[in-house]
């Protein structure tokens, strides 16, 4: 059945100034429609805008439990709905139900997180040199968030960046990927059914060229939250920049897992399996590049291949499904070129790395998940962010040369290692340059009550998640008082 999806503004489904939409397709079945999303114009996003400045006083004035309430209560409604939403995120993205509900119930419990911070500090009291003075800290919201958020986790990402966003008073405005706005409607009809304030949150679907540039340019915008690639991330840093806004970008990654020579190989081989080819290589977390000592790079290199070469590739409905289908064609074709630049480049294509066309697949965005050996960090596989089921092996003579290596990159987002020496863990936690880093774990991993972001061409420098949240989502009022 294909959904007709509308703008969410001021409280209601609203229908968009333009007529034009596109299709959401189902990336397991090019020819199956989800749904139709609207292409909104400037006029559509200035209407969610003036709703929200509209909204936002009466907003902020509510108490911090109060708006925690309506939180928990979407986090209720959210879990209740968690099979369908789950689904339609597997219809319209790709990634397998199992994920996909996770992802959902991930949500849920990030609702739940910041529903509760609506009880804890917002500030502190400073001793004065004024005797007769009383001096102390608060929190002011930015005023209307703009939340403009990718289609590889559709439900995490922009309920990380909303629900921190209200729990501290603002007003949001909302732009989803086109390609999971089915499943933002789905999102967004928790936080209707909850009795949340007209004008508090709204949706605008539409061209990141439109609605995206909208939001980072509005000059009814006082804070920007993205996620998305380097490319648009920066034209969004600089749109905000220009008219003095606020704003927050959490980009891509090119993140390494270090294999020491003391490593538990069976352990590392299914950290890298995990971290690198679930949800089909699409997370900013994914792991990239397999940087092995050359002690142990033939064995580990042997029961890599053998595991992936095992791996199942389907539709993410079906349960014997491990890996779906890439969420776009040009997503798909991205993969493949690279693919093909690292074959021309001198790597050798261990295993996979093909489309797949056989057992009904055809109609879908399928690659086999590849392998590469031989690979040097100056190779282009190396070096860029794919965003695909890609492994690049790359052998290194000692510890130290792993360090180096796994550096050897403009993107600082996370990483991992595994080892069982104690000066290999200080080493790596101290030395690395990523925001995460993570010892005999898997690099895609984040925790909801810690903080979260990049280093280097990762982010914007700032932290998502946690209590670390209140740091963009507020400004520090310092107040003081004399009789």
Not at 64 to 84: P, S
Not at 92 to 101: D, R, V, Y
Not at 369 to 396: N, Q, Y
Request: glycine share 10%; aromatic share 6%; charged share 20%.
């Amino acid at each position: 059945m294909t959904m007709m999806i509308q703008n969410y503004v001021n409280g209601a489904w609203t229908a968009p100034a333009s007529e034009a939409k596109t299709n959401s397709i189902n990336p397991a079945n090019k020819h199956e429609i989800v749904g139709l999303v609207p292409n909104s114009t400037q006029d559509d996003l200035d209407q969610a805008v003036a709703a929200a400045n509209a909204a936002r006083t009466a907003w902020r004035k509510l108490t911090g439990a109060a708006r925690g309430t309506l939180l928990y209560k979407v986090a209720d409604l959210m879990e209740q709905r968690a099979d369908e939403i789950g689904e339609m995120m597997t219809r319209e993205m790709g990634k397998t139900l199992p994920e996909a509900k996770g992802e959902t119930l991930r949500g849920v419990a990030i609702l739940r997180y910041y529903a509760g911070e609506g009880m804890r500090k917002i500030g502190d009291v400073i001793p004065s040199t004024d005797a007769e003075a009383f001096m102390y800290t608060t929190r002011s919201p930015l005023g209307v968030v703009g939340v403009i958020s990718p289609w590889n986790f559709p439900v995490a990402i922009p309920i990380w960046k909303i629900a921190p966003a209200l729990i501290y008073g603002n007003a949001v405005v909302w732009k989803p990927a086109t390609e999971t706005a089915v499943t933002a409607a789905k999102v967004m009809a928790c936080f209707h059914d909850a009795g949340f304030p007209a004008g508090v949150l709204n949706m605008v679907t539409g061209a990141g060229s439109v609605i995206g540039h909208g939001i980072a340019s509005h000059p009814g915008i006082h804070g920007v939250t993205f996620t998305g690639s380097n490319a648009v991330g920066k034209q969004v840093g600089q749109a905000a920049l220009a008219r003095g806004a606020k704003y927050q970008l959490e980009m891509g990654g090119k993140n390494p897992i270090i294999i020491a020579a003391d490593a538990d190989l069976d352990l590392a081989v299914d950290a890298t399996i995990s971290g690198g080819l679930k949800s089909t290589g699409q997370k900013c977390t994914a792991t990239s590049r397999v940087i092995v000592e050359k002690d142990v790079y033939a064995a580990f290199k042997a029961r890599l291949v053998e595991k992936v070469a095992a791996l199942k590739v389907g539709n993410g409905l079906d349960s014997a499904t491990w890996l779906g289908p890439c969420a776009n064609e040009a997503q798909l074709e991205q993969v493949l070129d690279y693919i093909q630049k690292g074959v021309e480049e001198g790597a050798e294509l261990l295993v996979g790395g093909q489309r797949v066309e056989e057992n009904g697949l055809g109609d879908g965005f399928y690659v086999t998940p590849a392998v590469f050996d031989s690979v040097t960090p100056a190779m282009t596989i190396a070096r860029e962010e794919i965003f695909g089921p890609v492994l690049a092996l790359i052998e290194v003579d000692s510890f130290e040369e792993a360090i180096q290596v796994a550096n050897d990159t403009e993107y600082g987002l996370s990483a991992s290692i595994y080892t069982k020496n104690i000066g290999n863990i200080l080493h790596f936690a101290q030395d690395m340059e990523a925001g995460l880093v993570r010892v005999n774990a898997e690099t895609a991993g984040v925790e909801l009550q810690a903080p979260f972001g990049g280093m280097k061409q990762s982010s914007s420098h700032s932290r998502e998640q946690g209590q670390a949240a209140i740091e963009f989502f507020t400004s520090i009022k310092t107040v003081f008082i004399k009789p």
